[in-house]
């Protein structure tokens, strides 16, 4: 598969990232990052590290699964529950959620539902490694690591460290492995 | 999985996960708004031909919390005080449309047979002193969330285990999920067949008491001759009842469960009903979580038809 993005780029783009939350949320003092699981939980936390390293300001993470909330639950087999933990109250917050590749926005349509069942966050914003294209509902996202026009019959895999061993994107077609 | 009829047969893994997931219901019980949208669209038929309170409310509040809908059957006042048979009430309630029955029954074996009618997924609620499945899970989850895990760990189940179909599910969860179970009970509230149980057996709860983690109390359950086989309730209470000094004599660290409704003065003291090492209201909100689990776990997926 042909990579699109190297550990180097994917660090650089989070650190753009990080520096628009803080510019756009006037210094990230009300936000509140909740990664999707699975690959949106490290990714909230590197931010949330970048942010500390710029501004010495520690933004709590949270974590959010959103398999109770799918729109296609009963298409696809049950799958094991993540934790979903938000550290903080989300009344009147900035929530940001991350997740690894922006696709058909179902699974953010999924996340602000769940959110709405935890608190009601002042604004909600979306942050993405990688925007894909082909939404199947109204969903646009604020801060983008990368837009990757893609076809629908390819595939975009996002490694990263923490789960995977290693960090890049690649993209490929259906059915080969990533890598 | 289709039916949730019996623990047996299940390998570790799978009662693992099942936990694991009961684990997170609890957490989404414990929210502000402890719902979710998992199984909106789903219909839950609960049967209950035989009384419960506990089971049938833990049940509904399971399937309200994620977002299904009830039916609700009790014998009492209905077609079955007319003589129709349960093959005829299940079918004409299955003709109302339910994705899945939730069944208990006087007699060992119906919800087996109501599955087998229906074709719909069963989750046996209770069948006479054979199975509670769901019981057992509850009680393997409350012994996790407080001990952290379930190996090694000595549970001891007192009283009336002929008649427990409590007691037959929990030493098939328990041990598959990797504690030592010991029986304890005078031979007369023995089954009168458990070669092949995963088990050990004695009539001697005070030679025991020591290396019991977890003390598991049970009912004598009169309604099924309980009674009958002890001579009388206050010379059970001398030998099996969990009295103040017994409970002394427990480690520092031992629980005390029981799956209720509890008898206050025979089978458990009153003081170690309410005392901190009780797990006895744990088990009550596990409950929910593990129904919960279950429910997902047999209508959250694509259909396995």
């Known amino acids: 598969m042909p990579q699109v993005m190297t550990a180097d780029e994917v ?3 989070l650190h753009r990232i990080a520096h628009e939350i803080i510019e756009q949320t006037d210094g990230a003092g009300d936000v ?6 699975t690959r949106g939980v490290p990714l909230a936390r590197r931010i949330a590290a970048a942010i500390d390293s710029f501004e010495g300001l520690q933004v709590p993470v949270g974590t959010l699964d959103i398999g109770l909330y799918r729109d296609d639950l009963h298409q696809r087999p049950v799958t094991p529950l993540a934790a979903t933990s938000i550290p903080v109250d989300l009344n009147g917050a900035v929530a940001v959620l991350v997740d690894d590749v922006l696709f058909t926005g179902r699974t953010v349509r999924a996340a602000l539902d769940a959110i709405a069942d935890l608190g009601r966050p002042a604004v909600v914003r979306l942050a993405v490694l990688v925007d894909r294209g082909h939404r199947q509902l109204p969903i646009r996202p604020d801060f983008v690591g990368k837009n990757l026009p893609t076809s629908l019959q390819e595939r975009v895999g996002v490694m990263l460290a923490e789960i995977d061993g ?14 | 999985m289709k039916d949730f009829l019996t623990v047996e047969g299940f390998e570790r893994a799978e009662l693992e996960l099942l936990l694991d997931q009961a684990d997170s219901f609890v957490d989404v019980l414990r929210r502000p708004i402890p719902k979710v949208p998992a199984l909106r669209g789903k219909t839950v038929a609960t049967l209950f031909f035989e009384p419960s309170t506990r089971t049938k409310l833990s049940f509904d509040r399971a399937a309200k919390a994620l977002s299904a809908d009830l039916m609700n059957f009790s014998p009492g006042g209905s077609s079955v005080s007319k003589g129709e048979s349960l093959k005829d009430t299940v079918l004409t309630l299955k003709a109302m449309g339910p994705d899945l029955m939730i069944v208990r029954h006087q007699a060992t074996g119906a919800p087996w047979q109501v599955a087998g009618w229906t074709g719909l997924p069963v989750i046996n609620a209770g069948d006479g002193a054979h199975q509670h499945p769901t019981q057992a899970m509850l009680d393997a989850l409350t012994i996790r969330r407080r001990f952290g895990k379930l190996e090694g760990l000595h549970v001891g189940i007192v009283g009336d285990i002929r008649h427990s179909r409590v007691a037959r599910s929990n030493v098939f969860a328990l041990s598959t999920l990797g504690a030592d179970v010991t029986l304890i009970a005078p031979r ?3 089954p009168v067949n458990h070669d092949g149980w995963p088990v050990t057996v004695t009539e001697d709860l ?7 983690d977890v003390v598991y109390l049970l009912r004598i359950q009169a309604e099924r001759g309980g009674l009958s086989v002890f001579p009388s309730l206050p010379e059970y209470v001398a030998r099996y009842g969990l009295t103040q000094a017994r409970f002394q004599a427990l480690q520092p660290d031992a629980v005390v469960m029981h799956p209720g409704p509890m008898n206050r003065g025979v089978e458990i003291a009153d003081v170690v009903a309410d005392h901190e090492r009780s797990l006895i209201l744990s088990q009550v909100e596990n409950g929910v979580a593990v129904r919960m689990a279950v429910l997902f776990a047999l209508l959250g997926g694509e259909s396995n038809e």
């Not at chain 1, 509140?32 to 699981?37: E, F, K, W």
């Not at chain 2, 005070?206 to 019991?212: K, N, P, R, S, W």
Request: hydrophobic share 50%; proline share 0%.
């Open chain 2, 188 to 190: 007369t509230l023995l």
């Open chain 1, 11 to 13: 660090r650089r783009a």
């Open chain 2, 206 to 212: 005070d030679a025991v008491l020591e290396g019991l």
């Open chain 1, 166 to 179: 290693e960090d890049g994107v690649w993209v490929g077609r259906k059915g080969a492995s990533v890598a």
């Open chain 1, 32 to 37: 509140v990052l909740i990664g999707i699981h």
